[in-house]
């Protein structure tokens, strides 16, 4: 048993209310918890109590052992001064506030069957937790958390990006263009896909967008996959030709080609099918990030990002080996995937960093509208029965293996928390 199970009981109010009493004999009521603190301090603030019938205002401090107090440096800490009550699970030694006033304490007493279920929770080796009780959860109350989970996952992602927005001195452009490339490689291709782009800037590859060919040339160039052979067809000697004489002019310095991964994906995900789909999608949409703000919906994005390789690519995969002819649209499941991954994290966080909360809503809204996404953690959450309904309903699920379930915070999962309160353990399986 943990701090956090003990600030669970405190939060919500799960105490055995008929037997507080401070160890000096002091009869506790509780009027307020206070507000859960999550930042450096005492862990909740504003807390009303009554102590022998005077009312009292201030901080609460838990911990397991009450010489936790003097073994976190609390006593010359002068943010605890106004801790009115401190919390524990065993009493071990009395407290001093910063400034020599001793600290009521309250040997914390709740149902047994409250820390039995958490317990079993914590011990458990199951895909999740709660799995083998998952089906006492209501599922309205499972989707209540959804938006919550959702906005935690953008958070999480966002994150990545305003520190890149920062070094890149606010240039939207650039820094869209550069995590954009990395998701144009997916899982297998990302690194190699962001170096080129790192390494190819934005206002480079902006003034040639008129030109898909020398798009083609600089990114297939920047690539290093033009140095991988010294002779091919026409079109590679083209591009390498053409990728020189740029490269010369700005200075350009390829990554290494043998980083790109072909091994085990089908052709259509080959890195030059996506290099070239990408080399379409700016000379086709040279104002990226722009039109992305301006979009509509996801349906006008699918519309902007429908692109195709250009021709060459119809009748290959790989330079200079021919094959039989299919045309390389980017596929609407690849789409998807970087509407979720790429551009509904920018709206949010441009809508936050520019005080737009229209932007961060759509970002929301856009979600509940793309389709559920299909993959292993999903599939495993739907035998469980759960059946998201939106990529908004996936991404929180995804947030919610990830974060809470995978680390076992199950206190902190509104599931996770109705099984520890609401399941007598003596009326529970194990």
Request: glycine letters at 6%.
């Amino acid at each position: 048993m943990n701090e956090d199970f003990l600030q669970f009981i405190w939060e919500h109010g799960l105490c055995d209310y008929d037997r507080l009493v401070t160890v000096g004999g002091e009869k506790v009521e509780v009027l307020s918890a206070g507000t859960r603190n999550r930042d450096s301090g005492p862990d909740f603030f504003n807390a009303r109590i009554r102590l022998d019938g005077t009312i009292w205002a201030g901080n609460v401090e838990i911990h397991k052992y009450s010489s936790d107090w003097k073994k976190h440096r609390h006593d010359g800490d002068a943010s605890y001064e106004n801790v009115i009550l401190h919390v524990v699970e065993k009493y071990d030694q009395p407290v001093l506030t910063p400034s020599g006033e001793e600290i009521p304490a309250l040997v914390l007493s709740y149902p047994s069957f409250l820390l039995a279920n958490y317990e079993y929770l914590l011990a458990s080796e199951t895909w999740i937790p709660c799995q083998d009780r998952f089906h006492a959860v209501d599922p309205f109350v499972l989707k209540i958390g959804f938006n919550r989970l959702m906005v935690e996952r953008l958070q999480s992602k966002t994150s990545e990006i305003t520190c890149r927005i920062i070094q890149n001195q606010y240039d939207w452009n650039e820094t869209f263009y550069q995590f954009l490339a990395r998701n144009f490689g997916f899982r297998i291709n990302g690194v190699p896909f962001e170096l080129l782009a790192r390494s190819t800037p934005w206002s480079v590859i902006g003034k040639h967008a008129d030109s898909l060919f020398q798009v083609e040339a600089i990114l297939f160039g920047q690539s290093g996959l033009l140095n991988e052979a010294l002779l091919g067809d026409d079109y590679f000697l083209n591009l390498r030709d053409e990728y020189g004489f740029l490269m010369r002019k700005y200075g350009l310095r390829p990554v290494p080609g043998h980083l790109w991964k072909f091994l085990r994906l089908r052709p259509i995900n080959f890195p030059t099918v996506r290099l070239a789909q990408f080399a379409m999608l700016i000379s086709t949409v040279p104002d990226l990030f722009p039109a992305i703000l301006n979009a509509s919906s996801p349906g006008a994005i699918s519309e902007m990002f429908r692109v195709r390789a250009s021709e060459y690519w119809d009748r290959h995969y790989k330079f200079s080996f021919p094959s039989r002819k299919k045309v390389k649209y980017l596929g609407l499941d690849a789409i998807c995937n970087l509407i979720i991954n790429t551009i509904v994290p920018f709206l949010f966080v441009y809508g936050d960093l520019n005080g737009k909360q229209d932007m961060k809503d759509k970002a929301l809204d856009w979600l509940g509208q793309l389709p559920p996404e299909s993959n292993s953690v999903i599939s495993n959450w739907e035998k469980l029965g759960v059946n998201p309904e939106s990529a908004l309903e996936t991404q929180a699920l995804l947030q919610l293996k990830n974060a809470y379930c995978d680390k076992k915070r199950c206190i902190r999962c509104h599931a996770g928390n109705r099984l520890i309160r609401n399941l007598p353990a003596e009326n529970q399986e194990g």
